[in-house]
């Protein structure tokens, strides 16, 4: 075999390489793309069902508009963020807080959490809540591999040459992620 063949077979496999990484890194960033619309999706069931949450409350406990009123804010301004991970993480903390206010001004309504209204809000709301972090850990989880690839020897040569780079992951605060999902089941009465 001559050396002119030995060579154009190298870079043959080199080309084909290099080729078979950059459309991986294609389809693992439409995996992405793909599981975040998921988690996306799941926000905006949590942003429908806001309102109908705080029109229930709101029926009950008149005087604490302040409350209603920092949830309000704190759903327009996650409903308004730009779609991008890190900044959408930092408006869902802020809503997750004003919902757990929220919540918290339940407990001293029992007429509100007999409501059968309230208690079919509430448990949408833990189905939603549920269906937003098992989105958010295969978003993740797709980041994570993604990553991965972008940092690891040989593929991050080919990132680097194609300008791919890490994605952000969709993190919560330490303080309302170890204080888990708002507690909705707070002394409502079994029907």
Do not use: K
């Amino acid at each position: 075999m001559s050396p002119v063949y030995v060579v154009l077979g190298v870079i043959l496999l080199l080309v084909l390489i290099v080729m078979l990484s950059y459309n991986r890194f294609i389809r693992d960033g439409q995996l992405i793309d793909n599981s975040w619309s998921n988690v996306d999706t799941e926000l905006r069931r949590r942003y429908d069902l806001i309102p109908n949450l705080v029109e229930t409350v709101a029926g009950y406990a008149t005087h604490e508009r302040q409350t209603f009123e920092a949830v309000t804010q704190a759903r327009a301004l996650a409903m308004g963020s730009d779609g991008n991970a890190a900044a959408q993480s930092s408006d869902e903390n802020v809503l997750v807080g004003a919902l757990r206010s929220l919540l918290a001004v339940t407990e001293a309504y029992p007429d509100l959490q007999a409501s059968p209204h309230f208690g079919e809000l509430q448990d949408e709301l833990v189905t939603t809540e549920n269906r937003i972090q098992a989105a958010r850990r295969i978003f993740n989880g797709n980041v994570r591999d993604y990553n991965t690839r972008v940092e690891s020897v040989p593929s991050n040569l080919v990132a680097r040459m194609c300008g791919f780079s890490t994605r952000t992951y969709f993190e919560v605060e330490a303080a309302v992620r170890d204080a888990g999902a708002p507690s909705v089941r707070i002394g409502r009465p079994a029907r």
